[in-house]
């Protein structure tokens, strides 16, 4: 798997984001190289998962990042009269 997705990040131009348009132009790319079907297949399917995993990594990274700063707020908040 780290062969496809090393092979497909360095097609990418260098901006690295991965759309369906640029996944099939890889795809066209290896079938030219003289690449089996099933083997473009199996690297298309890993390098599409995980550009969804990164996705939701970074979103969860955002999540913890939100939680943890409003955490703080409170907790550095002058305590209210009550």
Request: glycine share 2%.
């Amino acid at each position: 798997m780290r062969r496809h997705l090393r092979s497909i990040y360095e097609y990418l131009p260098p901006d690295k984001a991965l759309t369906k348009k640029k996944l099939e132009r890889w795809r066209q790319a290896l079938l030219d190289r003289g690449l089996s079907v099933r083997t473009i297949e199996t690297a298309a399917t890993s390098a599409w998962r995980t550009r969804f995993v990164v996705r939701a990594r970074k979103k969860a990274e955002n999540w913890v990042k939100d939680d943890a700063e409003r955490l703080l707020a409170l907790l550095n908040a002058p305590e209210q009269a009550g």
